[in-house]
């Protein structure tokens, strides 16, 4: 993930976005919106397509990573949430937020005061943050210990630590990284 962002930043397509969905927030309160359907995968993938074409029809290259993730505990949100990362002019930023918040149900709601802040929900159940640094470096968190590289199993060497979980259960696929920036497009770009 990393190195994908990395290379959207060389293609002219920097991550610098990044839409949080506490998607079990969403089912809980059985929102009108893509998690009506009911197993969060589905609500994911129809989520990400959503974005993706609304991104592309705009003229936008879908430079973009993303990741599952589960918080457990006594946390006020918990259950399975998503960080997508992506490509977005900031002349965009505010007719995202307002797509958003009719994909998902829940209205947008007054920022944080945080810098970093674009946009958030009303009720916390979604928030848009400018990303400064890596979006790979924290998303790693989530990914597996290993990899497979030449049909074996290695160490996952792109894998962060200093951002600590993301393992939690997850039905579906984990992560994911789109075709403009994946590894594939970097080799045949001769980039890597």
């Known amino acids: 993930m990393v190195t994908a962002v990395r290379f959207a930043s060389h293609i002219r397509s920097p991550i610098t976005t990044m839409l949080t969905i506490n998607a079990a927030h969403l089912q809980r309160i059985d929102s009108d919106s893509v998690f009506h359907i009911g197993h969060l995968w589905d609500g994911y993938r129809k989520l ?55 994909w998902t149900g829940e209205e947008v709601g007054k920022p944080d005061g945080k810098k970093k802040c674009i946009a958030r929900s009303v009720h916390g159940a979604w928030y848009i943050n400018r990303r400064n640094d890596n979006a790979g470096d924290y998303l790693g968190k989530a990914t597996p210990k290993t990899r497979s ?44």
Do not use: M
């Open 48 to 102: 990400l397509e959503l974005l993706r074409h609304w991104i592309t029809s705009r003229g936008i290259t879908w430079s973009c990573i993303w990741v599952r993730e589960y918080t457990g505990g006594k946390n006020e949100h918990h259950g399975e949430h998503w960080h997508i990362a992506f490509h977005l002019p900031p002349r965009l930023q505010s007719d995202l937020a307002a797509q958003v918040a009719i």
């Open 149 to 192: 590289r030449y049909n074996r199993q290695v160490p996952n060497d792109l894998r962060t630590t200093r951002h600590y979980g993301g393992e939690g259960r997850i039905e579906g696929k984990r992560f994911g990284i789109s075709r403009a920036i994946n590894d594939a497009e970097q080799e045949r770009l001769g980039w890597q």
